[in-house]
C-alpha cells in the first residue's frame, strides 16, 4: 500500500479525492488533512497567509503520524502568491517538518505540463482577474507560454465549490485558445474530476485540473505510474522525455 497525503484548506472540493482514488483502482491511499482556511476570499494576502508554516504544521504532523510517504500542499492560490521563490521556499519548509518529498498544487501543474509535452496553455481561473494573472506569471516562470487568460472573477471559494458541469464547461470554453496545448483549471475549491473525460471530448485536447494534477503530483514524489482513462490525459499518456 502507497499512502499519499494532501494538506487541503478547508472543505470545499475534498470529495474529488475519495473518487480519484476509487478510479486509480490500485494500493494507493489518498490521505486528506483539512487546515484552517481562514477567511473564504480570493485576495492576495488571505491567500499567504493559509500556507503559512502556522497553518500547515499541524496538518503536516497528522499526515505523518498516519503514515504519508509524500505530502502535496492542494492549494494552488495559497502557493503561487509567495511567487516561483517563495512557493519553492514554502514546499521545502513543509518538506523539512514533515520528513518526507513534499510539494504543493502550483507546481503540480508545471510538472503536469511537461510531462504530457503541453508548452503553450490556456487558463481557466474562476480567480478574480489579479489572481489569474499571478498563476499566469507563475507558469511563464516555469518556462511555459501563456496563451490566455480567462478570469471568472469568483471571490469565494464556497461560489467556486457549489459549481457543477455546466459551469465547468464553460469555464474551460472560455478560456480554450487555439495554440494552446492543454487548458489549465488552477482551483483546488472546483470539482473536476467527475468532469475530466467530458472536458477532454469538448476541447478535444488534453484538460489539467487541480485536484486531478495534485494527487498526479504525489504519486511522482514516490515514482508511482497509474493508468486510470477517467481521470484524462494525464494518467494515460506516457510522459514525455525533456530535451
Same mark, same amino acid.
Given at each position: ?56 504544521? #499541524?496538518? @503536516?504532523?497528522?499526515? +505523518?503520524?498516519? $503514515? *504519508?510517504?509524500?505530502?502535496?500542499? !492542494?492549494? %494552488? ?30 507546481? #503540480?501543474? @508545471?510538472?503536469?505540463? +511537461?510531462?504530457? $509535452? *503541453?508548452?503553450?496553455?490556456?487558463? !481557466?481561473? %474562476? ?30 471559494? #464556497?461560489? @467556486? ?83
Amino acid at each position: 500500500m502507497t499512502a499519499l497525503g494532501f494538506l487541503y484548506p478547508g472543505h470545499f472540493a475534498e470529495d474529488d479525492y475519495p473518487r480519484i482514488e476509487q478510479l486509480l483502482a490500485s494500493d494507493i491511499r489518498l490521505d486528506l488533512v483539512h487546515t484552517d482556511s481562514g477567511e473564504d476570499v480570493h485576495r492576495v494576502d488571505v491567500l499567504r497567509e493559509i500556507g503559512s508554516p502556522r497553518r500547515l504544521a #499541524a496538518g @503536516v504532523e497528522e499526515l +505523518r503520524l498516519a $503514515g *504519508a510517504e509524500a505530502v502535496v500542499w !492542494a492549494s %494552488t492560490s495559497g502557493s503561487f502568491v509567495h511567487g516561483w521563490e517563495g512557493a519553492h521556499e514554502q514546499v521545502r519548509a513543509i518538506a523539512r517538518t514533515a520528513g518526507m518529498p513534499a510539494s504543493a498544487t502550483s507546481f #503540480a501543474f @508545471v510538472h503536469a505540463a +511537461r510531462e504530457i $509535452g *503541453a508548452r503553450r496553455l490556456a487558463v !481557466a481561473a %474562476t480567480y478574480p482577474g489579479d489572481i489569474a494573472e499571478l498563476f499566469a506569471e507563475f507558469l511563464r516562470e516555469a518556462g511555459t507560454k501563456v496563451v490566455s487568460v480567462h478570469a471568472a472573477g469568483i471571490v469565494t471559494a #464556497a461560489e @467556486v465549490a457549489a459549481w457543477g458541469a455546466k459551469e465547468v464547461l464553460e469555464l474551460a470554453r472560455q478560456a480554450d485558445h487555439i495554440d494552446a496545448d492543454a487548458v489549465l483549471l488552477p482551483d483546488t475549491a472546483l470539482h473536476t474530476v467527475a468532469h475530466l473525460a467530458a472536458l477532454e471530448r469538448e476541447l478535444a485536447k488534453p484538460v489539467l485540473t487541480a485536484n486531478q494534477v495534485t494527487v498526479r503530483e504525489a504519486l511522482r514524489l514516490v515514482d508511482r505510474r497509474v493508468n486510470a482513462p477517467e481521470l484524462g490525459t494525464l494518467f494515460t499518456k506516457e510522459p514525455i522525455v525533456q530535451v
